[in-house]
């Protein structure tokens, strides 16, 4: 008879806990809970947070969040045997229920932290019927949820009035401090406000706080649950508590990975926040210097070359300044680089073979096709050596080097480099973007830069921590042509060195480029060393140009200002050269192997098996008379009489510079009259009119066309001809004007040794 009563309960009981088993899983309760999200630095401290989808201030606490001393403390205050029961205790309901029949009403209440989490996810009225419900989804939560978890739930739900739930909301909106920090006197004043929010509302009712709270730790001494010192310090300690702003630092990063991640609770960022705080005060106050100029905006990026973290970001000078765009994000706007993409086309050219860093380049007025660069200066410089050109940043020669390189070449290396905006605008790009025609945004720079600070290879940046930094990216360039292009951009006897900063210990050592956009709307820094990538925008979100504006004197003394701060005299060292770099001695009048023309050689920097290897040519024998009147073709040398002279063996744009500038150079004697010899090559380039355009000229006024040319240094005179009929002859070097004819027309030019170019044009009436 024992034996079938024991087997008739353990029937009962299995078959209970089958049927709890059916009904949870027809219906289940997992508490879905939406809470604010809260953006935080790489070390958790909250630097924004955000109001929930129901416009709570609700804030996640994960398990470690709670601290001994808090969990010590709630457990004891709000259900003693949290640990023991199974989401409710049958002991204190029946004891509540006997005081409230015999009362007559409710004087004490049996829920336990787990109904309590119940209650907070699902309210309801207090009614004895939904008592039963929040037992048995107080059961449920038991049953798939760990203790730790339940009362994360409740740390993470208790109300404190208002739209505040939460003792995380609640600490650092009242204590301005994370729970960790909290102390047992704040601890225990969080305790006890849900359960009178209104007549001990912190802030207001401080007082009530303060007497409910000495009561309680009075208590907790009475019951021996802390030492009688720990209750002494608690008691004396003053309670400091006020209504606070919500956290709302770096608020354009924050508002960027909100967008994001819109349903994550807690966005862990890269962020250091005493660099993030000092970069906004610098930006700042650098800003409100410059407000008398018309410039009212700056945007900084700071990004750890090792990690490819980004500890800095700043949006805008001052982000709650309705006036100036405050709240566009700068880092993420499109606009124009200004020269700020030359050191990828000169890495880009260096691992092509086509120029070292001592090769020259003619910087004289040229015509592409109708597109003719000019320098930001307005002057030109002649020939110059390839690290001259980058370092001053002329314009000319960046454009020859990209006409060799190739516009798709370099649009490859920037898709590569998640460059967004040029990928859209590939189609429609030519030997202009190089100058800024085109459109960038300072992160995309900046990871750039980055990639030339790790050796060439480029890797995406990090805006939230835990990626892998070990991976080495995607080699865009070389990390030879990165260590030529970085040791010219390390140079400081440069146009772009900002006034009064050479000559001075505040000048940080760091490679850096500035740029320009067209009409002085951008103002642009990008910079690095072994450490850091930091890149610096100024200018008006509003697009307004101003005369003052430039990266030099504009954007560069706040990005040097930036890397003093955070990292002047860099303990990570610099540069060392990598193996395949090596140096031979070249012409210093081409920057080639030496000939037998070569007196004086220099070193210079090569990448050995990709440089290319040739012979200097700057001069070239020619064949005179031996009073150096008259020039011989080997066709009509004569047997005597005659000698071997060298002269320079220059382009016919440099010539045509030369004359233009009128600067001196050793011309070649006039080829000897007598010769009928015809020559073919180093015809006559026409640069004006353009091949293939159209011109409109007006019925009433008719406009003339310029014709011009340039030609090799030993041509005397030209022909002009218009539709194959003699128009005028003139200096190599001379512009003439024409009234064109109507219809497609044939200009042609002819120098004096037969050479001859031909264009066509086509000319309209408006």
């Not at 349903?263 to 993030?276: E, F, G, K, N």
Request: aromatic share 10%; with cysteine.
């Amino acid at each position: 008879m024992k034996r079938f009563k024991v087997k008739v309960v353990l029937i009962a009981i299995a078959a209970a806990f089958l049927l709890f088993v059916i009904l949870d899983l027809i219906f289940p309760f997992r508490p879905h809970i939406q809470y604010a999200t809260q953006v935080t630095d790489e070390n958790g401290t909250v630097i924004h947070a955000f109001l929930s989808k129901d416009d709570k201030w609700r804030l996640y606490s994960n398990v470690s969040e709670i601290t001994p001393l808090l969990r010590k403390t709630l457990v004891y205050k709000e259900d003693q045997y949290f640990y023991s029961h199974f989401g409710f205790n049958p002991f204190a309901m029946i004891r509540a229920a006997t005081r409230n029949i015999f009362s007559g009403r409710r004087t004490s209440g049996a829920s336990t932290i787990t109904m309590q989490v119940v209650r907070l996810v699902e309210p309801r009225n207090r009614t004895y019927f939904n008592k039963v419900i929040e037992v048995w989804k107080a059961m449920q939560l038991e049953m798939h949820y760990s203790k730790d978890e339940i009362l994360q739930m409740y740390v993470n739900l208790v109300p404190y009035g208002g739209n505040i739930e939460g003792i995380k909301a609640a600490s650092l909106l009242y204590f301005g401090k994370p729970p960790q920090l909290l102390s047992l006197a704040e601890i225990t004043a969080l305790t006890i406000v849900p359960n009178r929010p209104s007549s001990l509302r912190p802030g207001s009712r401080n007082d009530a706080l303060k007497n409910a709270r000495n009561q309680w730790l009075m208590r907790f001494e009475k019951e021996g649950l802390f030492d009688k010192n720990v209750i002494f310090d608690a008691l004396n300690e003053p309670l400091k508590v006020s209504r606070r702003q919500a956290p709302r630092q770096a608020p354009h990063l924050s508002l960027r990975l909100k967008q994001r991640f819109p349903d994550q609770p807690v966005i862990q960022t890269s962020l250091r926040l005493q660099v993030q705080n000092q970069i906004e005060e610098q930006v700042r106050n650098y800003i409100n210097r410059r407000k008398l100029m018309n410039i009212h905006n700056a945007s900084v990026l700071v990004v750890n070359n090792e990690t490819m973290e980004v500890e800095a970001y700043v949006g805008s000078a001052d982000f709650d300044n309705p006036y100036d765009g405050g709240q566009v994000d700068g880092v993420k706007a499109v606009r124009s680089p200004g020269s700020t993409l030359k050191p990828l086309l000169y890495a880009t050219a260096f691992d092509k073979g086509i120029i070292t860093p001592k090769s020259i380049l003619n910087d004289v007025p040229i015509n592409f096709s109708g597109y003719e660069p000019e320098n930001f200066d307005k002057h030109f410089n002649g020939a110059v050596t390839t690290e001259f050109a980058l370092a001053n940043s002329l314009n000319i020669p960046a454009v020859k080097i990209l006409k060799d390189v190739s516009t798709p070449a370099l649009i490859e290396k920037l898709r590569k480099t998640s460059f967004k905006t040029i990928e859209k605008q590939s189609k429609g790009l030519g030997l202009s973007m190089i100058l800024g025609g085109c459109g960038v945004t300072l992160e995309e720079l900046t990871g750039l830069f980055a990639a030339f600070a790790n050796e060439g290879n480029f890797k995406n940046l990090n805006y939230t921590p835990g990626r892998d930094s070990v991976n080495k990216g995607e080699a865009i360039v070389s990390s030879e042509a990165a260590f030529l292009v970085t040791n010219i951009l390390t140079q400081i006897t440069r146009p772009d060195l900002p006034t009064n900063f050479d000559n001075t210990y505040h000048l940080p050592k760091i490679a850096w480029k500035t740029g320009t956009s067209y009409g002085k709307r951008d103002a642009w820094s990008i910079g690095y060393n072994k450490r850091y990538t930091i890149g610096v925008w100024v200018g008006n979100f509003s697009g307004e140009g101003v005369p003052e504006l430039s990266g030099a004197n504009t954007a560069t003394p706040l990005l040097f200002s930036i890397f003093n701060a955070l990292d002047y005299n860099s303990p990570k060292g610099w540069y060392q050269s990598p193996a395949n770099i090596a140096l031979r001695n070249v012409c210093p009048e081409s920057g080639d192997i030496p000939s037998e023309f070569c007196e004086h050689q220099i070193p210079a920097q090569y990448i050995v098996g990709v440089s290319a290897y040739k012979k200097c040519n700057h001069l070239r024998w020619v064949f005179t008379d031996l009073k150096g009147k008259t020039s011989y073709c080997t066709y009509c040398i004569p047997e005597k009489g005659f000698e071997k002279r060298a002269y320079p063996n220059i382009s016919p744009e440099l010539v045509a510079f030369n004359e233009q500038q009128k600067i001196p150079y050793s011309k070649i004697p006039p080829h000897n009259p007598a010769c009928e010899r015809v020559f073919h090559e180093g015809a006559p380039l026409i640069v004006s009119p353009v091949e293939g355009s159209e011109y409109f000229i007006r019925k009433d006024e008719p406009q003339q066309i310029q014709l011009a040319c340039q030609t090799a240094s030993d041509v005397q005179e030209v022909f002009w001809y218009v539709n194959d009929k003699l128009a005028k002859k003139a200096p190599p070097h001379e512009g003439i004007f024409i009234s064109p004819p109507l219809g497609r027309v044939k200009i042609s030019c002819s120098d004096d040794k037969g050479r001859n170019s031909n264009i066509w044009v086509v000319v309209k009436r408006m």
